[in-house]
């Protein structure tokens, strides 16, 4: 009884989830409509984005942000930005640790999410992981994005793991840019949105978000070769982070 008690509390709290979502999005409705509309005023998009929408979010939920930073970010300086994937609230996280203005490369698959998804298709760098012309303009539009002084954010994990697999392997995307774009990869780990909000709508409880953002790794002296070495030591990173926190 308290097992089944549990699964439609959580239920609720995944559907309160997606409530808080809408609400400051129809509240300014007609301010992202005109701060989307142009790419010049991202910037103010993610003003808003950040402060008031993630912040209704996770406060919403009772999912308390706290943030470790072992090294900050330049204000004005554009970063390659990579987590760990594994709930919808690792958007929110990632627009709380970064106050520096960065754009999100996700799948396309997001655009379905009614309201989310047409502000969704408007700022972010769309791909189809199945499409290589998709990757291939992926590339062209985040070099325009950082040629404005912005930051690009990539979950390489390439999607959301198996709820059991604790760190999936990295696809190369986001430290190809990286080193070709001569930009630092930020590592940075989620401790426990999974346990927070995961995508199975029976599980999920409120308390603490934690995230540890990581020395960076300069890409000034790398090339195309270093490519792998560098994925691996960014996963080998998150991996033990994570490890770690699971052994306590």
């Given amino acids: 009884m ?21 609400i400051p999005i129809l509240m300014f409705l ?9 790419e010049k005023w991202y910037p103010q998009f993610f003003w808003v984005a950040r402060n008031i929408w993630a912040n209704f979010i996770l406060y919403g939920m009772c999912c308390i942000p706290i943030i470790k930073r072992e090294e900050k970010l330049v204000k004005g300086k554009s970063y390659m930005l990579v987590a760990n994937h594994t709930s919808m609230l690792d958007i929110m996280m990632m627009l709380k640790a970064s106050p520096n203005p960065f754009v999100f490369v996700g799948k396309k698959e997001l655009v379905k999410i009614p309201l989310f998804g047409f502000f969704y298709k408007r700022v972010c760098i769309l791909v189809d992981r199945g499409d290589t012309k998709s990757r ?13 002084g912005l930051s690009i954010c990539i979950f390489p994990e390439g999607g959301v793991p198996d709820e059991h697999i604790v760190l999936d392997s990295f696809k190369d995307g986001a430290f190809k840019m990286a080193i070709a774009h001569k930009i630092p990869v ?14 199975t709508i029976t599980k ?34 998150i991996l033990s ?8």
């Fill in 241 to 248: 982070e994570l490890t770690i926190s699971a052994n306590k």
């Fill in 136 to 148: 291939t303009a992926v590339y062209r539009r985040a070099q325009k994005r950082l040629n404005q």
């Fill in 2 to 22: 308290i097992s089944f008690l549990q699964k439609i509390g959580s239920v609720l709290y995944q559907i309160w989830f997606y409530i808080l979502v809408a």
């Fill in 204 to 237: 999920g409880r409120p308390g603490v978000s934690r995230v540890k953002v990581h020395h960076f790794f300069n890409t000034e002296n790398l090339d195309e070769a270093h490519k792998a070495s560098l994925r691996e030591e960014v996963r080998a990173i």
């Fill in 30 to 38: 007609p301010l992202l409509v005109v701060l989307s509309a142009s």
């Fill in 186 to 199: 930020v590592p940075m780990t989620f401790y426990n949105n999974k346990a927070r909000l995961p995508f």
